[in-house]
């Protein structure tokens, strides 16, 4: 039964759209560094996966886009925190 549940709860997972970080390809860095940056990218997961829409996935959207967009965000907002003080110690050891 729980097995049964957690793939329910995976195929209505799978029908919505997410919230997932992607690297920034428009920000160059000055310094060479070793992170990119992120940035918080809106994915359709039916239109990446070929899939069609179903009425569990249009019902889920709504806590699905803004609970992944709050992991999604606070991986980036760490990776960008990290990123912004490496640049910043490499940057200046360098000028």
Avoid: Q, W
């Amino acid at each position: 039964m729980k097995l049964y549940i957690a793939l329910v709860i995976v195929a209505a997972l799978l029908n919505g759209c997410v919230v997932a970080p992607i690297t920034d390809k428009a920000h160059s860095s000055k310094c060479m560094i070793s992170t990119d940056r992120k940035v918080l990218k809106i994915i359709d997961v039916a239109k990446e996966s070929n899939t069609f829409y179903s009425i569990s996935g249009l019902i889920i959207s709504p806590i699905l886009v803004p609970t992944t967009a709050i992991i999604s965000g606070t991986y980036v907002l760490v990776n960008n925190t990290y990123r912004l003080g490496e640049e910043t110690i490499k940057c200046r050891s360098e000028a």
